[in-house]
């Protein structure tokens, strides 16, 4: 399988405080890879250096295969290809829904009709056509998700990084979320999911890295990564035979 | 030179002082005051009103600084009550133009009552003109007392800050609003205290250059963008920022007006002002927010 | 889908989607192209033109603060130097204000630039105070290069003796009326277009949330300075316009702070954002100044226009923070209810 994103050695410190301590891991393309770990982990912060908002201390972020990521500023990487969602959903919050994704359509679009064409058929496909009307702040919160969603799947990223998307859902709206991250990931989209909710994770991912005090504590198949006895120290703690 | 320097430093101190003012308004709620030099314009008409009143001509103002202080605090609270507590929280734009509004209110609701007439107290000539001399150096007593009045009031702030209730309270709030109250911090209370703090202090510094200055209804305006430049180049919601952002800015003043003209003193302030803003985004003492 | 060919139709069409919009604002129009034909008081028309002249400043001030919401207090120093540009090479080469006033519109997007550089590294309102602290310093540039700008005193036309629309001199002042008011209509046209351009979508985004529109490829400081530019450019024509009314500078009335603060507000009370906003703040404030100077100006210690300008602001910002052309949203709504009760009882 190709490599679509590697990480080699990554570090990084806030005012002494190590993020990220060593980070090695790659991304395969075509799959869905969960990234879990205790709160506080670094995993917001590894999202957060790949996509741009912070810049390594040392380390390599590899992208598509012969792209070092290293100066580039937070458009170019979205340019390049690399999308990502907000752990609390950014909304638009005057614009409509439809507004809100065409004004991201019309980045990556020469003419208007085009991007109106892609805007109206990424609306469809995360079921958000019958509101694209309603202003984005009035959404409920799981649609604001999707929203999140529809505006960065119109930039056509090869790697999509969902930062716990399902944070705050009922377990039915669960459910109608990770079909939707599932109908994305059929759509050969790389993606990345950071996610607390294990059953979500065992059920959808291909593959699990488990980050513990920013750095790599084992990465492989769900079961597992979920079979290993550091994980269940470390994250999960003695309870989980009853989770 | 050093004299100039000292010159700037001494009254650098009392923009401090407003500065400081400014800064704690804004650290417990999250508002810039842009009517903070009007407060201090209402605080020298008030020690004006309370001299002619009581004062024998020709004796200092300085003993009005408690009635003014309890004066200014009561203002400051009815000001807040009728109109800031209205856009805490709300967005940055409202607050913006409510107290650009108040500021033009005051300006020249003052007007219509005192007239547009320069105005000031009839201090003795030995405390207008007195000074002291150390090593060469002449310190004009006005200044001095100017400088050492604003010296106590911040530290008082600071002490106010770290050790009693009220302002541990407000520190709380000021980190987070939403765990304070939960915390049984009264909220209401805190914002009143510490807009009526910023507001005594405002009309301190204007008690204080009363013997500096003339007293007209549009005084204020000199005074809030000195004070709101020294609040963010010290970063704002930082005390000891904003302390040093008024000195800085005291000795440019005094520096470039010395040697150039006082029209050039008021382009290298705001050009110090934007040229530390380049560099520091976030002021000199300022922490970046982190963002997503 | 009516937006699809919006790109080729050159906005032309988004403007007459407005006028259809709005025809309360079309009659509103016809009834200010009308006004100096009914109305003999020289006063009134002075103070419409001021009006205009206001509100296409307020509408330039939309482009940056209304659709990108960044607050600037500079808009004086864009004024100032349109009206500089004009006056100056009048004075020294008799140059038309239809020639100086691309002079104008370079030197105002130059200085934009320039501070708009380290303005726009700031958010919030730490941008608002460095715009003020521009003000300041052109102001008192003005005031110390006195060889070439006649400093503090400014600069004057003296008598000027050859009318003609070249050289923006009339004999009557109902010409500078129509003028005033086709440039403040163009503004309007410009602000629409802009707005409804791909640069007003990327600027809403970035109003709304600028980390999520940076995370998805926008650059907001990009956009800002292109806004910027555009709202400059459109001031100091306004300003070159004006001077050749007024007819004489003054670098302490015209770059001042109270000046840049009168703009924004026209915008702000009226509805920022919005397209006619401005226009309404513009005929709120104004007159309300012009008015009470004039007539109040003994009121008291004086200051009552000012000091009744203050409270309107603070009143305006407690009870209607949207603005108050969205008075006319609520009233719209409320008789589209009454209709739809009324034909309710009918049936």
């Known amino acids: 399988m190709k490599k679509l994103l590697q990480i080699q050695d990554l570090d990084k410190s806030f005012a002494g405080v190590h993020a990220i301590d060593r980070l090695s891991f790659n991304i395969f393309e075509g799959e869905i890879l969960a990234l879990i770990g205790p709160n506080g982990c670094g995993k917001s912060t590894c999202v957060n250096l790949i996509s741009g908002v912070y810049i390594q201390d040392s380390?390599?972020?590899?992208?598509?295969?012969?792209?070092?990521?290293?100066?580039?500023?937070?458009?170019?990487?979205?340019?390049?290809?690399?999308?990502?969602?907000?752990?609390?959903?950014k909304p638009f919050t005057n614009l409509t829904v439809r507004d809100s994704v065409l004004t991201i359509a019309l980045l990556y679009n020469k003419t208007w009709k085009e991007a109106e064409r892609k805007t109206d058929e990424m609306l469809e496909f995360l079921d958000l056509a019958s509101s694209a009307s309603v202003p984005s702040g009035k959404l409920p919160i799981e649609k604001r998700k999707w929203l999140d969603m529809a505006r960065v799947m119109v930039t056509e990223p090869k790697l999509l990084m969902l930062d716990e998307c399902l944070a705050g859902l009922t377990p039915s709206e669960m459910d109608n979320s990770l079909s939707i991250v599932k109908r994305i990931n059929e759509r050969g989209i790389t993606i990345l999911f950071i996610e607390h909710v294990i059953s979500a994770v065992m059920q959808l991912?291909?593959?699990?890295?488990?980050?513990?005090?920013?750095?790599?504590?084992?990465?492989?198949?769900?079961?597992?990564?979920?079979?290993?006895?550091?994980?269940?120290?470390?994250?999960?703690?003695?309870?989980?035979?009853?989770? | 030179m050093i004299q100039v320097i000292i010159n700037g430093l001494l009254i650098g101190a009392v923009y401090s002082l407003i500065a400081v003012g400014l800064t704690m308004i804004h650290g417990v709620m999250k508002i810039v005051n842009f009517a903070q030099g009007e407060l201090l314009m209402v605080g020298m008409y008030v020690t004006y009103v309370l001299y002619g009143a009581f004062v024998a001509e020709g004796s200092a103002p300085y003993f009005l600084i408690v009635p003014v202080c309890i004066i200014m605090f009561l203002f400051g609270a009815l000001v807040f009550k009728v109109s800031v507590s209205h856009v805490v929280g709300k967005s940055e734009t409202s607050y913006i133009i409510l107290t650009i509004g108040m500021s033009y209110l005051l300006r020249y609701g003052f007007q219509m009552i005192f007239g547009s007439n320069y105005q000031s107290i009839p201090v003795s000539e030995s405390l207008k003109f007195g000074s002291i001399t150390i090593g060469g150096i002449v310190f004009t007593t006005t200044r001095l007392i100017a400088f050492f009045a604003a010296l106590i009031f911040t530290i008082f702030v600071?002490?106010?800050?770290?050790?009693?209730?009220?302002?541990r309270a407000m520190r709380a709030t000021s980190e987070n609003k939403t765990v304070a109250t939960s915390l049984g911090v009264n909220a209401k209370i805190v914002y009143i205290v510490a807009f009526g703090l910023g507001t005594v202090f405002a009309g301190v510094s204007g008690l204080l250059v009363t013997p500096l200055y003339m007293i007209y209804p549009s005084v204020g305006a000199v005074f809030s963008t000195i004070a709101m430049s020294a609040m963010v180049l010290g970063g704002l919601g930082n005390i000891k920022g904003a302390m040093i952002g008024g000195m800085i800015i005291g000795v440019v003043e005094a520096l470039s007006s010395t040697y150039l003209t006082t029209n050039v003193s008021q382009i290298f302030i705001n050009l110090v002002l934007i040229l530390i803003l380049i560099f520091k985004p976030y002021g000199l003492f300022g922490k970046g927010v982190r963002i997503a | 889908m009516s937006r699809t060919d919006r790109?080729?139709?050159?906005?032309?069409?988004?403007?007459?989607?407005?006028?259809?919009?709005?025809?309360?604002?079309?009659?509103i129009v016809l009834v200010f192209a009308l006004f100096p034909a009914v109305c003999g008081n020289i006063y009134f028309i002075n103070v419409v033109i001021e009006v205009f002249f206001f509100a296409a400043l307020g509408i330039a001030w939309n482009v940056l603060g209304g659709l990108a919401k960044q607050i600037s207090w500079s808009s004086?120093?864009?004024?100032t130097i349109g009206a500089y540009a004009g006056i100056m090479m009048y004075l020294s080469a008799g140059v038309s204000p239809w020639i100086s006033m691309f002079i104008g519109i370079a030197a105002a997007c130059l200085f934009a630039l320039v501070i708009g550089a380290p303005c726009f590294r700031l958010r919030g309102v730490f941008f608002s105070i460095a715009t003020i602290s521009c003000t300041t310093i052109l102001r008192q540039c003005l005031i110390v290069f006195k060889n070439i700008t006649g400093g503090s005193v400014g600069l004057n036309f003296g008598i000027r003796k050859n009318y003609s629309l070249w050289m923006l001199t009339f004999r009557s002042k109902t010409d500078f009326y129509y003028l005033s008011l086709i440039w403040m209509l163009a503004c309007v046209a410009i602000f629409v277009a802009v707005k409804h351009a791909r640069l007003g979508y990327y600027l809403r985004a970035v109003r709304e949330d600028e980390d999520a529109a940076a995370s998805l490829g926008i650059i907001p400081s990009k956009l800002k300075t292109k806004a910027f530019l555009i709202s400059a450019a459109m001031m100091s024509v306004t300003g070159t316009l004006y001077v050749f009314r007024?007819?004489?500078v003054d670098p302490n009335a015209l770059c001042a702070h109270d000046i840049s603060v009168k703009i924004g507000l026209i915008a702000i009370l009226g509805g920022m954002g919005t397209t006619w906003g401005p226009v309404l703040g513009?005929?709120?404030?104004?007159?309300?100044?012009?008015?009470?100077?004039?007539?109040?100006?003994?009121?008291?210690?004086?200051?009552?226009?000012?000091?009744?300008?203050?409270?309107?602001?603070?009143?305006?910002?407690?009870?209607?923070?949207?603005?108050?052309?969205?008075?006319?949203?609520?009233?719209?709504?409320?008789?589209?209810?009454?209709?739809?009760?009324?034909?309710?009882?009918?049936v």
Not at chain 1, 59 to 83: P, S, V
Not at chain 3, 19 to 26: F, T
Not at chain 3, 312 to 322: E, K, N, T
């Open chain 3, 246 to 248: 007024l007819g004489y």
């Open chain 1, 205 to 243: 991912c291909d593959r699990i890295v488990v980050m513990n005090e920013g750095h790599l504590l084992t990465e492989g198949e769900p079961k597992n990564v979920m079979a290993n006895p550091d994980v269940i120290r470390a994250y999960l703690g003695g309870d989980y035979e009853h989770a």
């Open chain 3, 7 to 27: 790109k080729n139709s050159l906005h032309i069409k988004s403007v007459f989607h407005v006028l259809r919009q709005n025809p309360i604002a079309v009659i």
């Open chain 1, 59 to 89: 380390g390599k972020i590899i992208f598509d295969n012969q792209c070092e990521l290293y100066k580039q500023t937070i458009q170019e990487r979205a340019k390049m290809g690399l999308g990502r969602t907000f752990q609390s959903p």
């Open chain 2, 158 to 167: 600071n002490y106010l800050l770290s050790s009693t209730d009220i302002g």
């Open chain 3, 282 to 346: 513009a005929f709120i404030i104004i007159p309300l100044l012009e008015l009470c100077n004039y007539y109040l100006q003994d009121f008291a210690g004086g200051g009552a226009g000012y000091a009744l300008y203050g409270l309107l602001i603070v009143l305006i910002v407690l009870l209607r923070p949207s603005g108050l052309i969205t008075l006319a949203d609520v009233i719209r709504e409320k008789m589209a209810k009454r209709k739809a009760a009324g034909s309710a009882k009918g």
């Open chain 3, 76 to 79: 004086a120093c864009f004024f």
